[in-house]
């Protein structure tokens, strides 16, 4: 099998072909397509978006923003992630992953795009106008149940201001990298 990436009216794509050889006798290559594209965009943990989708999905969203808004990316991780799997085991650990992506999706922040782009770190985009530092600061610290016994899990957050949205969102999100020390809670 192999992919191919292809951009077909600014979107773009991949497929993955399957090639299976029959037989000899029958001299046949009988070939599947699929079009995989929304899987490669996709966090296999969380459902939700990974890196990519969320590039994607920002960049459009930029694109055809409303006038007068101001958005805002969240970069967060969880400190000491490690640790919680050194204690509790791989599974929990990936449990809490999926609860701590639910929670930024449900949080005050009303995320316009989520995403967990790697191990513990997530990303989500939403309206400046949300944003609110005291409930941030008590949202980055939480108390979890893992394995039936209360664990306190701390967030780091670091939060960039899009000021100019002729940027795209990799740009954005690497800015976002750079400050993600300026703000911690």
Same mark, same amino acid.
């Given at each position: ?27 046949? %290559?009988?070939?599947? %397509? ?21 590039? /994607? ?5 930029? #694109?055809? #923003?409303?006038?007068? /808004? ?7 991780? %969880? ?18 992953? /999926? ?30 106008? #949300?944003?609110?530092?005291? /409930?941030?600061i008590s949202w980055c610290e939480k108390e979890y149940f893992i394995k039936g016994r209360p664990?306190? %899990? ?21 800015? =976002? ?6 703000? =911690? =809670?």
């Open positions: 099998g192999f992919l191919i990436y292809h951009e077909k009216d600014g979107e773009k794509g991949i497929k993955s072909y399957q090639c299976h050889y029959l037989s000899e006798e029958f001299e046949m %290559v009988i070939v599947t %397509v699929e079009d995989v594209t929304t899987i490669s965009e996709k966090d296999a943990l969380t459902g939700g978006e990974n890196q990519r989708g969320f590039i /994607k999905k920002a960049e459009n969203l930029l #694109k055809n #923003k409303a006038q007068g /808004k101001t958005y805002a990316i969240l970069c967060m991780d %969880v400190k000491n992630f490690k640790a919680i799997n050194e204690l509790f085991g791989i599974y929990e650990g990936n449990d809490l992953l /999926k609860r701590l992506y639910q929670d930024l999706e449900n949080s005050f922040f009303e995320p316009l795009i989520t995403a967990r782009v790697e191990a513990d770190q997530y990303l989500c985009l939403f309206e400046w106008d #949300k944003l609110d530092y005291d /409930k941030l664990f306190r %899990v701390s967030r780091r957050c670091g939060i960039y201001r899009i000021r100019n949205s002729a940027m795209d969102a990799v740009t954005n999100q690497s800015v =976002c990298h750079r400050v993600q020390t300026d703000f =911690c =809670c």
